[in-house]
């Protein structure tokens, strides 16, 4: 089995109210990935993604177009530490 690795991800641009949570969390899901996304205050989306470092990658570059009517401008990655908690992926 390959390592675990949790990443933060924030996205901006035109990507609140596009359905770009609801595509994110499909995406997620069909990876296999733990986590959530949200959107924040400033109008930018945050995702934390946690499973095996390769998927997560494929989430990021899935992130840099997003959802079908989203405008991506920036993607910026962080590395965070693991949820043990976490059971699923969903938006918060």
């Known amino acids: 089995m390959s390592e675990i690795r949790a990443y933060i991800i924030k996205i901006t641009g035109d ?7 609801h595509h994110t969390v499909r995406e997620a899901k069909k990876l296999g990935l733990l986590g959530w ?8 989306v945050t995702i934390f993604a946690q499973g095996d470092p390769e998927k997560v990658k494929e989430l990021i570059n899935w992130a840099h177009e997003g ?8 993607v910026t990655v962080e590395v965070a530490e693991i949820d043990e908690a976490l059971t699923k992926f969903e938006v918060r």
């Open 37 to 44: 996304t949200q959107n924040e205050h400033d109008g930018s």
């Open 67 to 74: 959802s079908p009517m989203a405008t991506v401008q920036d």
């Open 15 to 21: 990507v609140q109210g596009v359905f770009f949570r």
